[in-house]
């Protein structure tokens, strides 16, 4: 039995890119898909926040002298992107995928309605949110805690580049070591970098717990749902 009925999932964007330079692998995509289509035969509903990291993001475009909200939009786009792609990759699996986008862009994807959203669920079918919030000045992270929040997701799944919370960086100090759990006010005091502090702070005052696993373990999203001992519990 699962441990949850209804999940937001934030995919990492960077992670997309597999072993490439840049952009979306196939294989890796493939593999991500068949994952989440395991974890919806087990009877939960699977709603997903994808980055952008892999094609841009406003902060780096703003870095080399783009007015920042521009660089912001091209980054939403490139969250649009993903989310064609995964959505794609998981009708071609067999799921039923819907992309609903935050800012208007009717041609390419329908635009985000909340009950619409609700209904999709509730049919078994997988909706993917693109365009983050619809802002510039935010990231994916806060897109997905906004969404698991008006959706009545139990619980924010991050499947990103590390296996869970440190306490620094795994990636610039090798002498990090793994919470099991820690609470969002010690991950925000601390400034841990994981998730951004918008997005921490609104999954606490939600009460919207959120895991943080890795996307390149073989079986750890089914282990997170499944309730298992998987990643870092980050809780109120
Ligand atoms: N204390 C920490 N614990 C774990 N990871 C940390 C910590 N501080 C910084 N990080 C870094 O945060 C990264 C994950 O955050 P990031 O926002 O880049 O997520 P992402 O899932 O890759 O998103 P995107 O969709 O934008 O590509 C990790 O790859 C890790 O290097
Ligand atoms: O609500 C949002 C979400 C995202 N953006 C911009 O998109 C990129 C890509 O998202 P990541 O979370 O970094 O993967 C982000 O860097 C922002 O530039 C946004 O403006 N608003």
């Known amino acids: 039995m699962p441990a949850y009925q209804r999940i937001l999932l934030k995919l990492s964007g960077e992670a997309l890119m597999g072993d490439d330079?840049?952009?979306?692998?196939r294989a890796t995509i493939v593999r991500i898909v068949d994952e989440i289509a395991e974890v919806t035969r087990l009877g939960v509903q699977v709603a997903i926040v994808i980055g952008g990291g892999n094609i841009f993001r406003g902060v780096a475009g703003g870095s080399v002298g783009m007015d920042r909200a521009t660089a912001d939009y091209m980054g939403m786009l490139a969250t649009v992107m993903n989310s064609l792609a995964l959505a794609d990759t998981m009708n071609k699996a067999g799921l039923v995928a819907r992309v609903m986008s935050a800012i208007g862009i009717e041609q390419v994807v329908e635009p985000y309605v909340r009950p619409k959203a609700l209904q999709y669920l509730e049919e078994g079918k997988v909706v993917v949110f693109a365009a983050g919030t619809g802002n510039p000045f935010f990231t994916t992270d806060t897109a997905a805690a906004l969404r698991g929040a008006e959706i009545g997701a139990e619980m924010v799944l991050k499947a990103t580049k590390v296996d869970g919370v440190y306490t620094a960086d795994p990636n610039k100090d090798p002498s990090a070591t793994r919470y099991t759990t820690i609470s969002f006010d010690e991950a925000m005091v601390k400034n841990?970098?994981?998730?951004?502090?918008?997005?921490?702070?609104?999954?606490?005052?939600?009460?919207?717990?959120?895991?943080?696993?890795?996307?390149?373990?073989?079986?750890?999203?089914?282990?997170v749902v499944m309730g298992a001992d998987e990643g870092t519990l980050v809780h109120v």
């Open 21 to 25: 330079a840049f952009g979306i692998n």
């Open 192 to 223: 841990l970098q994981v998730m951004d502090a918008t997005a921490f702070a609104l999954c606490r005052d939600q009460k919207l717990p959120v895991k943080v696993f890795s996307i390149f373990k073989p079986g750890a999203l089914r282990n």
